[in-house]
């Protein structure tokens, strides 16, 4: 059965409205871990956002050098492995940047910032965090800026939220590209608990 003119003029611009409102985010559990990724692809920007256990994170630390008490907080500030890609091709892509000074987090209705690597290393004494251990959270840690060049360039690394396990909250994700200011919300991220 034909839709009447009318009709059809109507819902086509409402489809329109509604794909080009949201990003493009594919959500995955792995069955073996359950643990879950959020996928965001939008433009020539791919970004995965991969949950760690707050155990993982505490090993990996631990393993580096850390203190128990510094591997702890930083395993109980919810660490994401994060993975960044330029997707565009390279005969038309445009590098890909961001700051992860620019994302945001609301938690509560509470807009606030990520915890950054900088504010990390600036909390801890030369006496509580050998050199060796730095260098192991520099490396790491996903870069704070970075330019991916087209055609699959990336890079990796964890992302500390600053929140407790098992919080839930958007995060603000900006990047630029072609000298364009980009951004969006992947709603609803959530921290594992502490198992």
Request: hydrophobic letters at 40%; one cysteine or more.
């Amino acid at each position: 059965m034909q839709l009447p003119q009318l009709q059809r003029y109507i819902i086509i611009p409402l489809l329109f409205m509604v794909t080009t409102a949201f990003a493009d985010v594919v959500v995955t559990t792995n069955p073996s871990t359950q643990l879950r990724a959020w996928v965001l692809t939008e433009g020539d920007f791919k970004l995965e956002l991969i949950q760690r256990l707050p155990d993982q994170t505490r090993a990996f630390f631990q393993g580096r050098g850390f203190s128990a008490k510094i591997a702890n907080d930083l395993a109980l500030s919810c660490i994401f492995q994060a993975i960044g890609t330029n997707i565009g091709k390279p005969e038309n892509a445009q590098p890909v940047s961001y700051s992860l000074k620019d994302w945001q987090i609301k938690i509560n209705n509470k807009i606030q910032a990520l915890k950054l690597k900088e504010t990390w290393k600036a909390q801890w004494l030369p006496s509580e965090v050998k050199p060796a251990a730095r260098i192991a959270f520099t490396w790491a840690t996903f870069p704070t800026q970075q330019t991916f060049a087209s055609g699959g360039d990336y890079g990796w690394g964890m992302v500390s939220v600053g929140v407790p396990p098992e919080s839930t909250f958007d995060l603000k994700v900006v990047w630029k590209q072609n000298n364009n200011t980009r951004s969006t919300w992947i709603r609803r991220l959530t921290c594992p608990q502490d198992r």
